[in-house]
């Protein structure tokens, strides 16, 4: 998706008041009256609608007319309301260059307060194969007031959450700097993620080092759930390692925790074998080929016991984990992303 920034500048402060309105209509509406949109912007009669026409023309809104007159957020216009909101924080000052494209998420380059490249991470759940977006959107609708866009909010405040708790505890990942809805932003790092490294010099010191970190985080209660070479980045000066990725993290109590490690494990193993042609388990430098979630589990004074004082409860986590079901199933039917997933009801995070 792309994201029309410059638009932002061409945006009045009764548009973002219209946008707004239509977020907090979708906490209880799939598509929000007209007359809600006219009733909570507080515009002066006849106001909203050419609003509407100036956001419609952005790509901000979809209306949709079949059962009664009335509009949603797109993702784009998600966007605008938190960078907005980053930008009047002072977090940010601009949005660059997209940096890469996700399954469920985009990445740009951005500017922050005093003109530090940071790094700015959009959550788009719901954006997978046409199959599953159906799939979902049925899930969501059989008495779930959850949406892609109330979804992707809580896997930005998970990330941040995660990433905060993990960088204060002297793990090698980035600096949360802040996050609003489906918005994070983090601090820029310099490096390659791994599976764009053509060679790796030191393939057992790297080894031992990916390994080291997964039961560091399991010593302080998490499972990554996504430990891979996408998710990794490297520095071409020194192979000094940086985790990224967060939105997937369990705590070592799930009921899945082992098998989630394991995988986590086997990814990591697989990759040396297969892409960079090193076998780590004919390396005697090897330290641990398979460690076992058991002997560095803590299941005391663990992180996302500590993460509920955050805003990251218990029903997030499983709302989360309800969706990454729902997706997994389908992941061995298909492949493909589809835009058309950002349709439900919403909730308002707001401006604070």
Known sequence: ????????????????????????????HE?????????????????THKLL?????????????????????????????????LVRRGVLTAVGRLLGVGKESDIFEALGADGEVVVLKLHRLGRTSFRSVRKNRDYLRRG????????????????????????????PVPDAIDQNRHAVVMSHVEGYPLVQVREVRHPAQVFNELMAI????????LVHCDYNEFNVLVSREDDAITVIDFPQMVSVTHRNAKELFDRDVECIIRFFRRKVGWDPESDPDVKVLRPDLADYAATEHSVDRELHASGFKTKHQEALEAYEWRRGSDDEGGSGDDESGDEGEGESEGEE
């Open 31 to 47: 598509i929000v009256p007209l007359p809600l949109i006219d009733q909570i912007a507080g515009l002066r009669r006849g106001g």
């Open 1 to 28: 998706m792309k994201l029309d920034a410059e638009a932002l500048r061409h945006l009045s402060n009764e548009h973002f008041r219209v946008l707004t309105a239509i977020e907090m209509g979708q906490r209880n």
């Open 144 to 171: 779930s007031h959850f949406s892609w866009l109330y979804l992707s909010r809580l896997a930005a405040i998970k990330e941040a959450a995660f990433m905060r708790a993990l960088g204060d505890r002297g793990f």
């Open 214 to 221: 997964l039961c560091r985080m399991a010593a302080v209660g």
């Open 53 to 85: 026409r100036d956001l419609g023309r952005h790509k901000l809104v979809h209306h949709d007319g079949t059962k009664y007159d009335g509009y949603r957020l797109t993702y784009q216009g998600y966007d605008f309301l938190a960078i907005k909101t």
